[in-house]
């Protein structure tokens, strides 16, 4: 099993940036694959980014270009870095950790407690 807790996220203005931490303990890190969802409100989570087999990197069509999801094994870390915010992408956002490649399909089994992310514009 793994737990994850997560910090970062806030209010902020329309074309800033915020960086969402995911701190994970427990189980081996780097054997799990890794994500990031955001829930609106009345809607179903939906997947931001993910970090599939080799590193390799996915993204919604709505954040590409302006998101970007890192992970560091040695410190246990998944990052979310989130540049040119918009209104748009006020949302809670998760972090998720699954053994199974799931990619940007919300099935992970492990999540993150959520945080809340504002852009006013």
């Known amino acids: 099993q793994v737990q994850l807790l997560q910090s970062g996220g806030g209010s902020v203005q329309s074309g800033g940036s915020l960086r969402l931490s995911c701190a994970a303990s427990?189980?081996?890190?780097?054997?799990?694959?890794m994500g990031w969802f955001r829930q609106f409100p009345g809607k179903e989570r939906e997947g931001v980014a993910a970090?599939?087999?080799?590193?390799?990197?996915s993204y919604a069509d709505s954040v590409r270009g302006r998101f970007t999801i890192s992970q560091d094994n040695a410190k246990n870390m998944l990052y979310l870095q989130m540049n040119s915010l918009k209104p748009e992408d006020t949302a809670m956002y998760y972090c998720a950790a699954d053994r199974v490649e799931w990619g940007l399909l919300r099935h992970y089994t492990y999540w993150g407690q959520g945080t809340q992310v504002t852009v006013s514009s």
């Open positions: 970090i599939g087999s080799g590193g390799r990197a």
């Open positions: 427990g189980d081996s890190f780097s054997t799990y694959y």
